[in-house]
């Protein structure tokens, strides 16, 4: 299975704009869809996007759509979640998963590895 490592969070005031990386190790990358994912204490992991193994196809979360948005290069191993126009309200830890399977791609449960997440705290 691949490993992955998230990167690229901090503090942030709100209007700014982060973009997290996920690099992928230790597999075969291009067998593997990648979705990002965020979670805060007492909550549901939030589906975020998703980016197909080619990287032709992706899909955003209505709830960020516009906001948010996917990328990867597989000759980098590296997919990107670029986040514009950050509210308070997107304070939280930020995960990538990755999946070989062709299941739906907001569930969690269909990803079969996950990073270790990276904390994004967004100030008012």
């Known amino acids: 299975q691949v490993q992955l490592a998230e990167s690229g969070g901090g503090t942030v005031q709100a209007g700014d704009s982060l973009r997290l990386s996920c690099v992928a190790s230790?597999?075969?990358?291009?067998?593997?869809?990648v979705g990002w994912f965020r979670q805060t204490p007492g909550k549901e992991r939030e589906f975020l996007a998703h980016v197909w193994r080619s990287g032709s196809s992706t899909y955003v979360a209505e709830s960020v759509y516009g906001r948010f948005s996917i990328s990867r290069d597989n000759a980098r191993n590296t997919v990107w979640l670029l986040m514009n126009h950050l509210e308070p309200e997107d304070t939280a830890v930020y995960y990538c998963a990755a999946t070989d399977r062709t299941g739906t791609a907001a569930i969690v449960k269909e990803y079969d590895c996950w990073g270790q997440g990276t904390q994004v705290t967004v100030s008012s």
């Open positions: 230790g597999g075969t990358f291009t067998q593997y869809a």
